[in-house]
């Protein structure tokens, strides 16, 4: 594995942009003798910009918005405020017609590719959906599908078999040709390798990369998976409670970290080196546990478990600032001690994610070898 990410896209024009969106739900109390209802503010004020040909990583734990951010996106959910607007097109005031147009453009893998899939129909069946659904005929529909069967390294003769009948890394190809059928200029994966075995996962994140080469597609890729994410992106967004606490380009956010709980994130990963995992015990560890939603604490929302808390955190909602070239956090106290600023350095995670491969094995694969590989092959992320 590489021990940096891909090349940042400089000047690539916005494709996707996301300006204060806000999603609230309203749940029961539990144990309410009256029907009172709480507000569960899941998405508060975000920004996100993703560009053509890139991969932004949202990242943080679970519960904190990523993937309720992503239906607000899709509209799947209505957002209380804000606007998303693809290739400059307010998505949220789309009337029907209007939006079906748009959301042939932006797709979503989930995360668990047997969920996502008709069990009763057939591979070919399920691929060409999206592509019958927009009018493509069904002679034309079959050609696609082999074609994009054959992308993803199964053949075209998968498309005759059951969704049952494949392995878990197997059906997250078929989810991804699905996602490519009308060639959408977004994909959105939501944890679309994180249930997978470290050999199959890699091989998922090697075509993805190679799709994006090949096509110019663009990701926006929801994970927990630091080093995941520092293979996959160009650009990182952190989500703590609904907000995003920091963002800006990968190699920069993982090298210094300007945000508590980015830091809490990176420190998390597990190193190969059991010296230098000795040596990491207790860096910028948070204390307590993740309030609830329905209840925020006052302030920033970090505070109750940030190492760094002062009095003025629990008055002041901090917004994002500049800390370095396109890179911003949202702390009242940046720039954070330089000495706890590195918790995790690109070395340290190359074991962390898949082993090193035999020296006779290729570790880049192209789109001529795909079908070679089998899911159960030993699987090493690629340089980029």
Request: some cysteine; overall charge negative.
């Amino acid at each position: 594995m590489s021990g940096t990410g891909p090349t940042a896209i400089d000047g690539a024009a916005p494709l996707l942009e996301v300006e204060g969106l806000t999603m609230e739900f309203r749940a029961a109390q539990v144990g309410a003798r009256h029907r009172d209802r709480s507000v569960v503010r899941a998405v508060d004020n975000v920004d996100l910009v993703v560009r053509a040909g890139e991969t932004v990583a949202l990242v943080g734990e679970s519960g904190c918005g990523k993937s309720t951010l992503a239906r607000c996106i899709l509209r799947m959910y209505e957002p209380v405020a804000g606007t998303v607007r693809l290739r400059g097109t307010d998505v949220l005031t789309a009337g029907s017609r209007e939006l079906r147009a748009l959301r042939r453009h932006v797709q979503l893998v989930f995360q668990d590719p047997h969920g996502a899939m008709n069990p009763r129909m057939r591979v070919g069946d399920v691929i060409a959906e999206p592509l019958r659904a927009h009018g493509t005929t069904k002679a034309e529909a079959a050609t696609r599908v082999a074609e994009l069967l054959e992308l993803v390294g199964l053949g075209a003769g998968a498309a005759d078999r059951m969704p049952h009948e494949f392995s878990g890394g197997q059906r997250q190809r078929i989810a991804i040709a699905r996602a490519l059928a009308l060639e959408p200029d977004l994909v959105i994966c939501d944890e679309s390798v994180s249930a997978l075995d470290v050999s199959v996962q890699a091989q998922i994140i090697n075509l993805l990369q190679d799709l994006q080469d090949e096509t110019g597609v663009s990701f926006l890729f929801i994970s927990h998976d630091m080093s995941v994410v520092h293979h996959m992106a160009h650009r990182v967004a952190v989500m703590y409670l609904g907000r995003v606490v920091e963002e800006g380009p990968c190699e920069e956010l993982f090298a210094d970290p300007q945000h508590p709980y980015t830091r809490q994130l990176l420190a998390s990963v597990p190193v190969a080196d059991p010296v230098v995992e000795r040596g990491r015990r207790g860096q910028s560890a948070a204390v307590g546990d993740v309030p609830s939603p329905s209840d925020r604490p006052s302030g920033c929302v970090f505070r109750t478990r940030c190492p760094h808390a002062i009095d003025a955190c629990a008055e002041t909602i901090p917004t994002l600032v500049e800390v370095g070239p396109a890179h911003r956090a949202a702390c009242i106290r940046v720039p954070l001690p330089a000495e706890e600023g590195v918790v995790v350095v690109a070395g340290d995670r190359a074991g962390a994610t898949a082993p090193a491969p035999p020296a006779e094995v290729a570790v880049r694969s192209t789109s001529s070898d795909r079908s070679d590989r089998s899911d159960h092959d030993e699987g090493v992320p690629h340089a980029r």
